[in-house]
């Protein structure tokens, strides 16, 4: 291979590690000082990115000079700055003392407000930004022509991670930075105002980005698309390199940069699997990332966060249950064609969200991929249909059966691991799944997907599919929930409370684990094989991201601290989504304020308040 060819491809790669590095440094800082998993990161990006297209050409208008280019960078990254400020103040203030998940949901609704508030503000169409003033032209390096950007690019990784390195060693506010990571509790006990520190931190983290989404103006068109194109791959980088680790970040942004510019070259095929092997090997060999460290939290005693007292249906819980199934039943009868199909779809998402809450609340496992099982269910039961010409009685049974033969494979690794990096080893296998569904197109059909999964004859009408799903997926909830209050699942929820207790008193606790994974997956994987005859056709988004995050917001809006919950925030959040999409083109927006305002007002999901407002009798009586 030609040596100017692998030195520009090379450069290339550290161009683009450099600008990954940039958004990362802010999303590592704010975890470490806050342990916000921020998944608003990728919105203020875009909105770096947006405001610099309007800001900078207005600012070259004035004069051509370079300079003003930059100081039109600095004015945007400045303003997401302040726009991170606001997101403290108005919302992650009032929020940090309810679980962790509740706030990854919150971030979750902001980036649906930012999606519709960008498409409001600047349009649907993208926008290209203007080229940077004298940085226009191109380097010959080896006879082999490098844009000058890139090469200025590629300085400003290392740039950033000095100035971070002095802000970090050199000023107080960085040195509260550095002990708020190693150990929040001891900062705050010491006196510490933690609500000027986070407030710091948001707005370091949000310029960060901002200033990462500015400097792609030259490189890339200001899209709606581009917080969820970029947020996952500075998860990547974030984990890979340690959470709350600025140095281990860069160093994982070289790698990944790298690891794309050649992965096209030597693995054209598997380009999308590439990154999320490496961090998934990474997190294997290197439990905590490269330069990370075990979680401040761990081994201190803390009030678990899922159900703790099981307790079973009282009268009137009993009663509301047979009129619940009594209604599903009958809704055939008096329901249109519409409402089956929200009928048929909410009673799929209940068993996917109640196989997930039986991870997260039972288990103590986060699942930020448990997406993956519900469509590898539905693509096994879609190929046997389409491709083997199997019948939809045998792809069902299939269905159940790949999704618990794949979260037995990778549950082996999960649950070897705790905290943040479990969940985003869950992540990166999820990912490893979606990118081969998409690029293995003579099997998957790629993102083309695969048309023609009917039910047979006899479940042809939709009337009788809804029964066939009905009847399917209560059983399945019903089986998980015997599990749950058997001892199977006390044993889950003693390994979750304290593993180290658990593993005196004889607990094999990782096979424990290991079989809840497996267990959950298999019930995932029968959601999906039934949504796949429902819609008769499948596609690699099912396994996308945010269909994992749809199933933590409907656990978390029922509550994860009771067994039924998520039965109730699966038939909330799809009936949100289902009262507005119709209203507004900018559904996301009242979706995304809808999901905030529950998180505020109900801070454990409304099966908790329920529940709070069940014991409260209890209590005045005694």
């Excluded at 070259?60 to 300079?67: A, C, G, K």
């Excluded at 009262?579 to 979706?591: E, G, S």
Aim: charged share 10%; proline share 4%.
């Amino acid at each position: 291979m030609d040596p100017a060819l692998l030195l520009v491809q090379s450069l290339s790669g550290l161009a683009s590690a450099s600008s990954l590095f940039v958004i990362a440094s802010g999303l590592t800082l704010v975890f470490g000082v806050t342990r916000i998993v921020n998944f608003a990161h990728g919105s203020f990006y875009m909105l770096g990115a947006y405001i610099a297209v309007t800001v900078v050409p207005w600012m070259l208008e004035l004069d051509r000079s370079p300079w003003l280019f930059f100081v039109g960078v600095l004015v945007s990254a400045l303003a997401v700055g302040l726009l991170g400020v606001a997101m403290e103040l108005l919302l992650l203030r009032r929020i940090y003392k309810v679980p962790e998940l509740f706030q990854l949901l919150a971030t979750f609704g902001v980036v649906l407000m930012v999606q519709d508030a960008v498409l409001w503000i600047w349009g649907p169409v993208d926008i290209t930004g203007p080229r940077a003033p004298g940085l226009r032209h191109g380097v010959y390096i080896l006879d082999q022509r490098f844009p000058a950007y890139e090469l200025f690019l590629i300085f400003v990784g290392p740039a950033v991670l000095g100035l971070l390195w002095l802000l970090m060693h050199r000023t107080r506010f960085g040195i509260l930075i550095r002990a708020a990571t190693r150990d929040r509790e001891m900062v705050g006990a010491l006196g510490v105002n933690q609500a000027m520190l986070f407030t710091g931190t948001l707005f370091l983290g949000a310029f960060l980005a901002g200033l990462g989404g500015a400097l792609q103006i030259p490189r890339v068109s200001a899209s709606a698309q581009m917080d969820l194109s970029i947020i996952t791959e500075v998860f990547v980088v974030t984990v890979i390199g340690g959470m709350g680790s600025v140095t281990g970040a860069f160093l994982a942004a070289v790698l990944i940069g790298q690891l794309q510019a050649f992965g096209v070259l030597i693995f054209p095929k598997i380009t999308l699997v590439l990154v999320f092997l490496l961090m998934a090997v990474v997190l294997v060999v290197k439990p905590w990332g490269l330069l990370g460290r075990p979680e401040p939290a761990a081994g201190r005693a803390a009030l678990p966060e899922g159900i703790l007292h099981p307790r079973g249906f009282g009268a009137v819980e009993r009663v509301l249950l047979l009129l619940a199934i009594g209604a599903t039943l009958a809704l055939p009868l008096f329901g249109d064609a519409y409402a089956l199909k929200v009928a048929t779809e909410v009673l799929v998402f209940a068993l996917a969200a109640f196989s997930l809450n039986f991870l997260v609340g039972n288990g103590g496992i986060v699942s930020f991929g448990h997406a993956a099982y519900f469509g590898l269910g539905a693509y096994a039961a879609g190929l046997l249909v389409t491709r083997l010409g199997v019948a939809m009685e045998p792809a069902l049974i299939a269905a159940p059966l790949a999704g618990g033969l794949f979260a037995a494979l990778f549950g082996f690794f999960v649950v070897r691991l705790s905290g943040i990096y479990l969940a985003m080893l869950t992540l990166a296998f999820a990912q490893i799944a979606y990118a081969v569904c998409f690029q293995w197109v003579e099997v998957t059909g790629g993102d083309n997907g695969v048309v023609g999964v009917w039910p047979s004859a006899w479940a042809a009408s939709r009337q009788v599919y809804f029964y066939l799903v009905a009847t399917c997926a209560i059983a399945a909830i019903l089986a998980l929930r015997h599990v749950v209050y058997a001892p199977f699942g006390a044993t889950l929820r003693a390994a979750r409370d304290s593993e180290q207790r658990a593993d005196a008193i004889g607990v094999d606790v990782r096979t424990h684990r290991w079989l809840g994974f497996t267990l959950a997956g298999s019930a995932a994987g029968l959601a999906g094989g039934l949504y796949a005859f429902s819609k008769g056709s499948i596609d690699p988004t099912l396994l996308g991201v945010p269909v994992s995050v749809d199933f933590l917001a409907m656990i978390l809006l029922g509550g994860i601290q009771t067994v039924m919950g998520p039965l109730i925030g699966a038939a909330a959040f799809h009936s949100i989504k289902d009262v507005f999409m119709p209203l507004t083109d900018f559904w996301r927006f009242f979706l995304g304020a809808s999901i905030i305002a529950l998180v505020l007002i109900f801070p454990r999901g409304l099966g908790g308040a329920y529940g709070a407002l069940r014991r409260s009798p209890e209590a005045s009586r005694a």
